[in-house]
């Protein structure tokens, strides 16, 4: 078992930054992939970013490439998205989120999840 708690969501203007946290707990030695999934309102979970949790492979959704960067710190059992250059099509509710099995984008595949954090982007 993962426990997944995110935090630092907020309200931001366009332009602006803002850095995503999700504190890892339980069975982390389990995790293979970690992603950073969002969902607007009335649309499905997109995918945004993805780590490898052992190598730090990473890999990005066309539209936060070079704005967005997913990073995580072993000995703290911590995952971070830093987002700049945010837009308004950036709002939604992030959610951290584990597989344990394989490197994937697909988060139907991913077992656990936190709760989640909202990120509104002001024009």
């Known amino acids: 078992q993962v426990q997944l708690v995110e935090s630092g969501g907020g309200l931001v203007q366009a332009g602006g930054s803002l850095r995503l946290f999700c504190a890892v707990s339980g069975r982390a030695s389990s995790i293979y992939t970690m992603g950073w999934f969002r969902q607007a309102p009335g649309k499905v979970y997109e995918f945004v970013a993805a780590?490898?949790?052992?190598?730090?492979?990473?890999n990005y959704a066309d539209s936060v490439k070079g704005r967005f960067t997913i990073s995580r710190n072993d000995a703290k059992n911590t995952l971070y998205l830093q987002m700049n250059s945010l837009k308004p099509e950036d709002t939604g509710v992030y959610y951290c989120a584990v597989n344990p099995l394989t490197w994937t984008m697909n988060p139907a595949t991913y077992r656990y999840w936190g709760q989640g954090t909202q990120v509104t982007v002001s024009s």
């Open positions: 780590i490898r949790w052992d190598f730090g492979n990473t």
